[in-house]
């Protein structure tokens, strides 16, 4: 086995959130987001053992950010150490793809720090396995930018298509459970009637006519088509503040609504008469409290500082 | 309602054959060859009413070219007659998509003798309409030519890639039963398990890629993941010979292998390594008399005549 050695000592990234499970795009769909970014600054040691990670936030159990460099070393045959300052500016638990940011970022900076040693595949791969549920769909938005289509999960890979299209989203207030994780993944597994799953392909095609043509109101009008497993999840409860105001919102104007990741944020592609006060009249009609973010498509992890 | 007149009074196009339901892309994903085509000859005239047919070989029952010039007759307020030759050079019951061709064929000669009257999407919808169990797949992979990716059924329409690819295709000798569509529409309509489901999201993906990318490798990948319409079909005991060939004739070379259409005729993306050397001795081994023709992807409609 090859063993690289890093090019620099230290490297800091800005890695930004992203909406998975894009409507009927599970596990396979999502978009990067510049609304919120982690920053990760990483900093190798290579006379010491482990992995330390700090934060400005409270990090519980075992973080992505240290899975996926655990994980990185082990692939390029690294036998230091190193220390993560993890700057978290995306908030945790509402849908918008914050553990899969921190576990993309850490990769990402890694590989910089080591002279690209991996694939964009790899680290695509890396990252998605740093998940506790293992995904791609989030970490391929953050790494790549735009629109990550996943099409392999042995390894884990995507391609993306980028679109300068903006969004809104609209993040409940109301408290997410902490049993959110599991009570999502049981509601899956479920057969999907045949009729549904028909549907779906011809809003993926819609979706994709979309990007492809740049075509937001193609784009919407798969999006709004509401995916099976998002019609399972909706039975847990979580997502009772997106049903309430799904028609609503797409009435006031908006070209696609959707739950972004595993919620319970919403996911709006704005049509031409939609700004804040229709979508904040909409939120008053239907009593639900929630902050309604601008968000345009980014363009994925920067590179913000690298040190010999 | 606006009437249309005709800027020609006889119009002859060729349409080619399509494969559609390709893979995971269940009524709607097809593809255009240029194995086999239609050719139709329409003369209008305005002093008759209604539609009269002739053709090379015995039409039975209803005709989706002639289903399709009267369904684009009554869109366009002509209140004239026409008189269509129709020399089918794509074998019927095969998967080839030969009545679709017919009827994608006549609304397209149709709309060039009345001067474009129609947007392509409008010819779509109704070449789609002319068939007995509407679907758009093989019409709008005649029509547009390339991989066609129907996005709506209401009204059809659909937008398409076009790749320089070869392909072929392995047509078994072997009679195909009168109650083939019959059997076919009885085996859908089983819910989908959730895995296979999200499986062929991946697949769908995979396929996508190759397109975007020119990479047949990747295109192949989500080709051969079987589509759940295709294995609760593979219970009408139809395709047996596909069940035989599929894994060997991957193991011999082929990038991707699926059924064609309605099949029994099976579509195979050739790699490096396979000829119709390979092809033909993987046949032998698994005792399959069958056919193979080289198809490479069609460019979709041609006009061949206008007369005024």
Redesign the interface.
């Known amino acids: 086995m090859r063993v690289f050695k890093p090019s620099f000592r230290r490297v800091s990234v800005i890695s930004p959130m992203s909406s998975a499970n894009l409507s009927?795009?599970?596990?396979?769909?999502g978009v990067a987001l510049d609304a919120y970014h982690d920053e990760l600054d990483i900093e190798l040691d290579k006379n010491k053992k482990g992995i330390t990670i700090s934060s400005n936030v409270n990090l519980t159990g075992e973080n992505t950010a240290k899975r996926a460099a655990e994980l990185f070393f082990k692939k390029v045959g690294y036998a230091g150490g190193a220390t993560i300052k993890l700057v978290k500016g995306i908030p945790a638990g509402k849908g918008l793809g914050s553990s899969g940011a921190s576990a993309a970022g850490a990769v990402f900076a890694l590989n910089v720090a080591f002279g690209n040693a991996l694939s964009l595949s790899d680290v695509i791969d890396i990252a998605a396995k740093s998940e506790s549920s293992p995904h791609a769909d989030n970490v391929s938005a953050s790494i790549l930018g735009g629109f990550a289509?996943?099409?392999?999960?042995s390894p884990y890979n995507?391609?993306s298509?980028y679109r300068k299209w903006k969004f809104y989203l609209i993040i409940p207030r109301s408290e997410t459970p902490e049993s959110k994780t599991e009570l999502l993944r049981k509601a899956?597994?479920?057969?999907?009637?045949?009729e549904k799953?028909?549907e779906e392909?011809?809003a993926?095609?819609?979706m994709?006519?979309g990007l492809?043509?740049d075509e937001p109101e193609?784009f919407g009008?798969?999006m709004n088509v509401e995916s099976?497993h998002q019609l399972i999840r909706s039975r847990t409860g979580l997502y009772s503040d997106y049903l309430k105001l799904k028609g609503s919102l797409i009435e006031a104007g908006a070209l696609g609504v959707c739950i972004s990741g595993a919620g319970p944020s919403i996911l709006l592609l704005p049509g031409k008469e939609t700004s804040i006060k229709t979508i904040k009249s909409v939120l008053e009609e239907k009593e639900v409290e929630a902050d309604i973010i601008e968000a345009n498509v980014s363009e994925g992890i920067k590179t913000k500082n690298m040190e010999i």
Not at 24 to 29: A, N, S
Not at 149 to 153: A, C, G, N, Q, T
């Open positions: 009927v795009g599970f596990d396979v769909l289509f996943v099409h392999s999960k995507a391609f298509i899956l597994g479920e057969p999907v009637p045949f799953y028909v392909k011809y993926l095609n819609s994709l006519r492809l043509y193609s009008k798969g099976y």
